[in-house]
T-cell receptor, first 116, second 114 residues
Framework: EADIYQTPRYLVIGTGKKITLECSQT?????MYWYQQDPGMELHLIHY???????EKGDLSSESTVSRIRTEHFPLTLESARPSHTSQYLC???????????????FGPGTRLTVT | KNQVEQSPQSLIILEGKNCTLQ??????????LRWYKQDTGRGPVSLTI?????NTKSNGRYTATLDADTKQSSLHITASQLSDSASYIC?????????????FGRGTQLTVWP
């Protein structure tokens, strides 16, 4: 079982509210990721980080922002939630590949967000 | 365009039966192929990872195969159990960057009935 945690697991919130989804890992991994997944669809990378003070946007455009002040913590923030943000958000981390082919990504349990 | 296609989209089998899930990909340059199991409401959990030189890998009742020439992979589940009910996701990684970009399939939703 991977040591990566996400809170809250479920969140129902009204339009316009600011929310922060928490993600933390205790494995000391430098690389961390946020994915968005809709039912029956593939995961889409929305943010990633190579390490402390490093954040990059992923392939899927997202109005969310992330920060990486500590190695173990990678929170995602939505300044003003909208119904279009309703989705499942998955956080992941990976160790540094000695070979690019050998690294493993470990996923958290996800946060199911519903914006009404 | 780098893509990962999985079939079937969904599958129902009886407990104790075997099944095979398929994955076709167009990702290039290829680094590795992974199969993940995702239970409802949970994050994906890795089952197998195969590199270019590997054509089969087992993890208990799960056996994955890879044909890098035809860019096809399969996941065979033997003697299915109720706990195998989940989405099985094929993920392909490229060698194009240090990030090791991952391309996800949409998954095959497997339901095992008693």
């Amino acid at each position: 079982e991977a040591d990566i945690y996400q809170t809250p697991r479920y969140l129902v919130i009204g339009t316009g509210k600011k929310i922060t989804l928490e993600c933390s890992q205790t494995m000391g991994h430098d690389k961390m990721y946020w994915y968005q997944q809709d039912p029956g669809m593939e995961l889409h990378l929305i943010h990633y980080s190579y390490g402390v003070n490093s954040t990059e946007k992923g392939d899927l455009s997202s109005e969310s922002t992330v920060s990486r002040i500590r190695t173990e913590h990678f929170p995602l923030t939505l300044e003003s939630a909208r119904p279009s943000h309703t989705s499942q958000y998955l956080c992941a981390s990976s160790d540094d590949p000695g070979l690019p082919s050998s690294y493993e990504q470990y996923f958290g349990p996800g946060t199911r967000l519903t914006v009404t | 365009k780098n893509q990962v296609e999985q079939s079937p989209q969904s599958l129902i089998i009886l407990e104790g039966k075997n099944c095979t899930l398929q994955c076709n990909y167009t990702v290039s340059p290829f680094s590795n192929l992974r199969w993940y199991k995702q239970d409802t409401g949970r994050g994906p959990v890795s089952l197998t990872i195969m590199t270019f030189s590997e054509n089969t890998k087992s993890n208990g009742r799960y056996t994955a195969t890879l044909d890098a020439d035809t860019k096809q992979s399969s996941l065979h589940i033997t003697a299915s159990q109720l706990s195998d009910s989940a989405s099985y996701i094929c993920v392909v990684s490229d060698r194009g960057s240090t990030l090791g970009r991952l391309y996800f399939g949409r998954g095959t939703q497997l339901t095992v009935w008693p």
